[in-house]
């Protein structure tokens, strides 16, 4: 079955670099997701990786896919204030059309 | 701002009653999915609509029903509202043909809580 998972807490200190972590248990997922969610707020897509990548980087944001282990990771560097929010990853599956399975999500608090 | 708005922002209703939650897809987006967000959890698939058809189902009960209109804007519909209903319901469109994968934009949700 589907089973997304996430460390729940990681709290860095402004300017270093963080890296959120996420295991899945399906091998036929197509794409990887990582969203945003701040308080109070709907889901922003940062970025996403097909999933016969490896890497991806998209200015401040590198997200890497190990496939034969299902791990996926975001790191975010020189992290601010502002990115302190939710962090979810994602995935979809080949022929499931646009159906998201999200993990548990991850709290980032970035601190001073 | 994703251009996918949703009514109301915030909703409370009385165990047993039934809700209506409405969802207005970016313009030009013929599919709208709807997700179920409890506290502290991540969102939960409920259904996707595709061209006013239902295109697969989470496992939710038959009490969570939907809609969607010839201008593809989307409705939940939820009956017998059970306190464990109370979450962020989340709408997300996109732009696909049946069971392709393309990027979903959410709306900023509904918050129902159920007393």
């Known amino acids: 079955g589907e089973d997304v998972e996430q460390s729940l807490f990681l709290s860095v200190r402004e300017g270093d670099s963080s890296v959120i972590n996420c295991t899945y248990t399906?091998?036929?997922?197509?794409?990887l997701y990582w969203y945003k969610q701040e308080p109070g707020a709907g889901l922003q897509l940062l970025t996403y990786?097909?999933?016969?990548?490896d890497m991806k980087q998209d200015q401040r944001l590198t997200v890497l896919l190990n496939k034969k282990d299902k791990h996926l990771s975001l790191r975010i560097a020189d992290t601010q204030t502002g990115d302190s929010a939710i962090y979810f990853c994602?995935?979809?599956?080949?022929?499931?059309?646009?159906?998201?399975?999200f993990g548990t999500g991850t709290q980032l608090k970035v601190e001073l | 701002e994703t251009g996918v708005t949703q009514s109301p922002t915030h909703l409370i209703k009385t165990r047993g009653q039934q809700v209506t939650l409405r969802c207005s897809s970016q313009?030009?987006?013929?599919?709208v999915s709807w997700y179920q967000q409890a506290l502290g959890q991540g969102p939960q698939f409920i259904f996707q609509?595709?061209?006013?058809?239902?295109?697969g189902r989470g496992n939710f009960p038959p009490r969570f029903s939907g809609l969607q209109f010839p201008n593809y804007s989307s409705e939940l519909n939820v009956n017998a509202l059970e306190l464990d209903d109370s979450a962020l319901y989340l709408c997300?469109?996109?732009?696909?043909?049946?069971?392709?994968?393309?990027?979903?934009?959410f709306g900023q949700g509904t918050r129902l809580t159920v007393v």
């Open positions: 997300a469109s996109s732009l696909g043909r049946q069971n392709m994968n393309t990027e979903a934009f």
């Open positions: 399906d091998s036929s997922s197509t794409y």
């Open positions: 990786i097909f999933s016969n990548m």
């Open positions: 994602a995935e979809t599956f080949a022929g499931g059309g646009n159906k998201l399975t």
């Open positions: 313009s030009g987006h013929n599919t």
């Open positions: 609509y595709y061209r006013e058809e239902e295109n």
